[in-house]
């Protein structure tokens, strides 16, 4: 069993780095016409997905992301002790039945857009515990899915503001593991590059930070507060400033949202300017595809994360990110019966990783 200690008041640092073995990416047609086409691995132009539902249809997709994740660890589904997934569907529905009828032993999650954390999270303390050898994380999201659940049918033809994301059409998934990926062989492309590989080293767990807002088209500003605490006690419990970090990444602010979450930042005495990216405004040209404020959804983070974020620190791009995936906890009776929205995020620390022996 690998050795782990708490480190200040939300984190755990791991001594034993915990291994992304292998991840992988579908998305669908919009997102592969934006800027990060060329990085996912599946670009399906059907939005049904070969399904007849839209919640079908994201089923299907969060299955391919995780057949895909475990081929390319070079494993079978039978290899997996876990898997931890989620959705922003109620009842996590998408998951239940989509990568759970892989027959792997199921968590099913809820975290809104930051689930992508949780589950890496939750994966990691499984595996430096020594509870299995492989545990699979996913999540998924599906713009016509979630825009039937939560705003309006998409019939309707409502106009956004100028603040409203656009709910993204991707799954993410990724294989953790307790020892560095082996190298590639046959049809196995794991996450490794000679004696390079990619680890999880610490965490910082998300508190719910509510500020009032109840603005469902303003996700933005929702998260961006609860994205701020969690950094702020990241620099604090690991005794950091930005400058320790290559790039940090948070889910699905926005342009609204990311302004919010500087301002915040500057106020308690950290730029975070030069380092700061979000995956929501990444994923979309939003200028040339009229996506607003950017791109949300859980399928939002985890499918930057599988195409862009990891191949980048494994090529080197970065040796050290904070991944940090953001939630608004909002579900449409909460919203109904004029609730704030809590946001909510979950800090990953990942580094490139020299495998010496």
Not at 270 to 296: A, E, F, N, V
């Amino acid at each position: 069993m690998t050795k782990q200690y708490t480190c200040g008041a939300s984190s755990i640092s791991f001594q034993e780095p915990v291994f992304i073995q292998s991840c992988a990416s579908v998305t669908g047609q919009k997102e592969g016409d934006g800027p990060l086409g060329s990085c996912f691995d599946m670009i399906c132009p059907d939005p049904m997905f070969g399904a007849s539902t839209w919640e079908a249809a994201e089923s299907t997709m969060q299955k391919e992301a995780a057949t895909l994740a475990i081929g390319k660890a070079g494993l079978k589904p039978a290899d997996i002790r876990l898997l931890f997934v989620g959705d922003l569907l109620a009842q996590t529905a998408a998951s239940s039945f989509g990568a759970a009828g892989m027959g792997i032993p199921f968590y099913g999650l809820f975290s809104a857009c930051s689930t992508m954390g949780e589950a890496l999270s939750l994966s990691a303390l499984c595996i430096a515990a020594g509870y299995g050898e492989h545990i699979l994380c996913a999540t998924s999201s599906h713009f016509c899915s979630a825009e039937k659940e939560f705003r309006f049918p998409l019939g309707y033809g409502n106009q956004r503001p100028l603040s409203a994301t656009w709910t993204v059409t991707g799954a993410g998934a990724c294989v953790l593991g307790s020892q560095p990926p082996l190298p590639a062989s046959g049809k196995s492309r794991p996450l490794r590059c000679g004696h390079s590989c990619i680890a999880i080293t610490g965490l910082t767990t998300g508190r719910l930070v509510d500020y009032g807002l109840k603005d469902s088209m303003n996700m933005g500003g929702c998260m961006a507060p609860a994205a701020c605490d969690t950094i702020h006690q990241n620099f604090l419990d690991f005794h950091r400033t930005p400058a320790d970090y290559d790039a940090i990444f948070t889910g699905d602010l926005g342009a609204v949202g990311q302004k919010i979450l500087i301002d915040l930042l500057y106020q308690k005495g950290y730029d975070i300017c030069s380092c700061h990216q979000d995956c929501g405004i990444l994923i979309y040209d939003s200028q040339k595809q009229d996506t607003h404020s950017g791109g949300s959804g859980c399928g939002c983070a985890a499918s930057v994360l599988s195409s862009y974020i990891l191949p980048g620190l494994l090529a080197g791009k970065w040796k050290r990110i904070l991944f940090v995936p953001t939630g608004a906890l909002l579900s449409k009776v909460s919203f109904n019966e004029g609730d704030t929205i809590p946001g909510i995020a979950h800090a990953v620390v990942i580094e490139k990783y020299e495998i010496t022996s």
